[in-house]
């Protein structure tokens, strides 16, 4: 199989998956986290470079306190154990998104594992943490407002902008996957998917796995990507 460069997951419908068997939602998160593991090992040892998926987003603070705290503390606990999972498959972890909003002890705990696995190659596993397209893109011209007041051509502004994004080091976008049946983007990487192949799958996240993936980067190779052109 050729390298897909950039793979990116919507990672949906946790939260009905666990009501349709009578649990509380955060159940279907803790399943979730399994299907996290099984994809990304996936992702390195089979031709993927980047592989991003989206955690949390930038309007995900409106759910219950009960559910937040919950992910915020699934996610250093995840943090905590999947370092070896990183190591033991050569994958290197990276957060985007606004992470200054976290508590001290998890975005130490983010930063540690970046560092820690900042040599690894066979894939870069990013996770959208406080991420919201609108937020990044902000920050970004934030980052450059002066510089922006001395450009005229927009396109010397949008390198500008693509090379301040969270992303920057990462390619456009080729492939992006939404499961738990919604189509639409919920303010995920809205810059970086402009020419992306859009999935979406009726497949709650719990249930999702390698073969459904297979199945779906099997379909892309027979898209015509135009970009554009003819
Ligand atoms: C996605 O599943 C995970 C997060 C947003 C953290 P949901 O929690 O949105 O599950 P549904 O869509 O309500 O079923
Ligand atoms: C998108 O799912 C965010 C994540 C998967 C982290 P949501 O469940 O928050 O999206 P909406 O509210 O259905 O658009
Ligand atoms: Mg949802």
Known sequence: MQKLKHLAIIMDGNGRWAQSRGEKR???????????????????QNAVTTLTLYAFSTENWKRPKYEVDF??????????????????????FFAIGDLDVFSSPLKEKILEVQ?????????????????GARNEISRAILKNKQKI????QSLEIERLIE??????????????????????????????????????????WPD????ELEAIIQDFYTRHRRFGGL
Not at 208 to 211: A, E, L, T, Y
Request: hydrophobic share 40%; net charge negative.
């Open 163 to 204: 090379s301040s994004l969270d992303t920057q080091e990462f390619s456009d976008v080729d492939l992006l996957i939404r499961t738990g049946g919604e189509q639409r983007l919920s303010n995920f990487l809205l810059w970086q998917c402009s020419y992306a192949e859009l999935f979406f799958t009726p497949t709650l």
């Open 115 to 131: 560092e820690k696995t900042s040599s690894n190659t066979a894939l870069n596993q990013v996770l959208a943490l406080n991420y």
């Open 149 to 152: 007041l001395e450009l005229n």
């Open 26 to 44: 955060v159940e279907g998160h803790k399943v979730g986290v399994n299907v996290v593991r099984e994809i990304t090992t996936w992702c390195a």
């Open 208 to 211: 999702f796995g390698v073969s």
């Open 71 to 92: 992910l915020m503390k699934m996610l250093k606990n995840y943090l905590d154990r999947e370092l070896e999972t990183y190591q033991k498959n050569n994958i290197r």
